[in-house]
């Protein structure tokens, strides 16, 4: 997990690139246009790959994004990754982050592929919870 910053403020940050990871694909789209907000963006990513400090492009593109129209940024769409009151059973598995740097994770479903970071494009990790 993010070690950069305090527990509370490294958890906002883990979570903010876990919605990064998740909707990498629609940022693209959202700054398309705007050529600064896509290199913060590629500057993020650049980051995230290289294992450098996240903190700083992580909150410019949190910044760029709300600059582009989008109220909620990076942190509004973080809240209730994780629903209190879910339970899971001790044997199930999970996928997470491959470098363990978000808070991102997936659920194993019907499809046989092991899904893949789409900032690093590594497998994500198997995990028992």
């Keep these: 997990m993010v070690d950069e910053v ?9 979570d903010g690139l876990a ?18 907000g896509m290199a913060v963006l590629q500057q993020l990513l650049t980051a995230a790959r290289e ?12 910044v760029a994004l709300q600059t582009a129209g989008d109220a909620m940024g990076v942190y509004g769409h973080t809240r209730g990754l ?3 009151g879910v339970r899971r059973g001790p ?6 982050c491959p ?3 978000c808070s991102r994770y997936w ?7 092991r899904p893949r970071c789409a900032i690093t494009d590594q497998p994500l990790q198997r995990e028992r919870l």
């Design 6 to 14: 305090g527990d509370d403020a490294g958890m906002r940050v883990a």
């Design 19 to 36: 919605y990064v990871c998740g909707q990498l694909k629609v940022l693209r789209m959202d700054l398309s246009e705007d050529p600064g």
């Design 51 to 62: 294992g450098g400090d996240i903190v700083g492009p992580l909150e410019a593109l949190h």
């Design 82 to 84: 994780r629903p209190a």
């Design 91 to 96: 044997l199930e598995l999970i996928y997470r």
């Design 99 to 101: 470098v363990s740097r």
């Design 107 to 113: 659920w194993p479903g019907a499809t046989a592929n």
